[in-house]
């Protein structure tokens, strides 16, 4: 019957060892159970710390979670509000802005011939420098001026 083992399977190589072991100079011994002990007593401070972060970045991790539920509320509410205020305007000075969906669909209606650059002129922004786009949109801008000034004739 085989048996396996760790250590050695030959009879005298394991009193060979442990002659070994009981031959080491006392000093040697005694380092070795220190430097043990010492390494069990870093080994817990170091899994008792360990633990102690876990605890802290849980906390803050959930400190931060509650502020950023509370932001993300004062956003919707502050969004809301804005979106009524927008909405309930009859028309908006603000260039590139429809001022309601009511008063943009109304005009989108009517069916007055030649009214359909009026309504791309209102939607657009035709002053350059007043544009806050990082594209450059002077070719479209000259194109549906030109269309403006001259319409396609059908």
Do not use: H
């Amino acid at each position: 019957v085989l048996q396996e083992s760790n250590g050695p399977t030959d009879a005298y190589a394991a009193i060979a060892k442990a002659d070994r072991l009981t031959q080491e100079p006392e000093s040697i011994r005694k380092w070795r159970e220190e430097q043990k002990k010492r390494l069990e007593e870093l080994d817990a401070a170091s899994k008792v710390t360990e633990q102690e972060w876990r605890e802290k970045a849980k906390k803050d991790l959930e400190e931060w979670n509650l502020r950023q539920n509370e932001q993300m509320e004062k956003n919707r509410a502050n969004n809301r509000i804005a979106d009524k205020a927008f909405y309930q305007q009859p028309d908006a000075d603000v260039i590139g802005y429809v001022a309601s969906e009511e008063a943009f669909l109304k005009e989108s209606k009517e069916d007055t011939s030649g009214s359909e650059w009026e309504k791309v002129a209102q939607l657009c922004d035709f002053n350059p420098k007043s544009s806050k786009q990082s594209k450059d949109v002077s070719r479209m801008r000259s194109v549906l001026i030109s269309l403006k000034q001259a319409p396609l004739s059908r």
